[in-house]
């Protein structure tokens, strides 16, 4: 009986094969990025740019446009949410601090960076491809769509700012001190004596 349960069940197909050795690079990769994090950004602006160029040169796709910036809102919300919110949920694990005689407990996320990187370009490549698919060049009058997403970004942005100012809580490393490890002394060197 060869070829019936034998080796022949476990060979891959090559198209398979090729989809995970693929896979398998993209993720190495990936991974490879994931503490380089300015030259991340430096991409992703590359990647916006060239969704720009391509929506103001084709003049259409801003219903796609619009879609993108619902989600981007969504993100930095995410990106800018304590992974813990102490108005909805009673937890455990590290809260933030409500008054200033509790314990520092540091600010986590509830969208880390690299994820938030990682969602925003996946994002502009995604609708960078639907441009070229005329089914979604559906016709609207642009400027009322930009005044919408602008009055909504302005809300839920004064919305969450509310929310930082009332916890007391910051989510960005700008003017936070960091440790920069044991600086040495003119004493603790040799002498030139």
């Known amino acids: 009986m060869e070829g019936v349960g034998g080796d022949g069940a476990s060979v891959a197909s090559p198209v398979s094969q090729w989809g995970h050795d693929a896979w398998r690079m993209y993720q190495y990769y990936l991974d490879k990025s ?40 969504n993100l930095l919300i995410g990106f800018l949410s304590p992974l813990v919110d102490p108005e909805l949920e009673v937890s455990n694990g590290p809260i933030l601090p409500t008054k200033g005689s509790d314990e520092f407990k540091p600010f986590i996320r509830r969208l880390p960076e690299f994820k938030f990187w990682y969602s925003i370009t996946k994002a502009f490549w995604i609708a960078f491809v639907m441009t070229f698919f005329s089914v979604f060049d559906v016709p609207v009058f642009w400027p009322i769509l930009l005044c ?21 809580y910051v989510p960005f490393n700008i003017g936070k001190q960091k440790y920069g490890g044991k600086k040495p002394s003119t004493s603790d060197g040799p002498r030139g004596d």
């Open 34 to 73: 994931t503490p380089h994090m300015t030259y991340r950004w430096i991409g992703t602006l590359v990647v916006v740019a060239i969704y720009c160029l391509r929506v103001y040169y084709v003049q259409g796709f801003y219903i796609i446009s619009y879609g993108l910036g619902i989600y981007l809102l």
């Open 148 to 168: 919408y997403w602008i009055v909504l970004f302005v809300l839920t942005m004064r919305r969450q700012i509310a929310h930082m100012i009332k916890y007391k």
